[in-house]
């Protein structure tokens, strides 16, 4: 019993540190408190998902070593973090297709964190702050607001799925 709470605070611990190291200080108390479920790869042992009350909230990505988060890790994240921190905003336009699970493209960004670099995780919100989609950035935030072409975000998952994700 004892080695069992040593090993979850253990993991804890290493968790926390890796979201704080790539998304900032507290990033990851917010994002893994206390009671997280963690499931690991059955083939290596290594951390693979974590849960908070039975929702998914990240993947860690074992080639790259960082977390892929969920729409529900951003809605935990961005509690956190004032606007408009890793965020992409897009236009009323676009905000139909970006739920669908569609990328963003540069024209449509509104505003954006300047300090998104190329590949950095982010959260797609529309212009309430509502978080519509979760993806990876493709070009810089500076480069998304200057920028008339070309996709902005590459999105994972949006709020609502598309016929082609079912």
């Known amino acids: 019993m004892m080695v069992e709470k040593f090993m979850k605070n253990d993991v804890l611990q290493k968790v926390r540190c890796i979201a704080d190291y790539q998304f900032g200080k507290d990033a990851g ?7 997280i479920e963690v499931k690991f790869s059955g083939r290596t042992g290594r951390v693979k998902e974590i849960y908070v009350e039975k929702k998914l909230v990240a993947t860690l990505r074992p080639t790259v070593g960082n977390f892929s988060l969920t729409i529900e890790g951003f809605k935990r994240l961005l509690k956190t ?8 905003v897009v236009t009323k ?27 950095d995780e982010v959260a797609v919100v529309n212009e309430n702050d509502q978080v519509i ?11 998304m607001l200057a920028f008339k072409r070309g996709i902005a975000v590459k999105v994972r998952h949006g709020v609502e799925k598309s016929d082609n994700q079912r």
Request: glycine share 6%.
């Open 133 to 143: 989609a979760v993806g990876k950035a493709v070009l810089s935030g500076r480069e």
């Open 29 to 35: 108390k917010t994002l893994f408190p206390d009671n």
């Open 81 to 88: 973090f004032k606007y408009p921190k890793f965020r992409v």
């Open 93 to 119: 336009e676009a905000e139909e297709f970006v739920r669908k699970g569609k990328n963003v493209f540069a024209k449509h960004v509104k505003n954006v964190d300047k300090e998104i670099r190329p590949m």
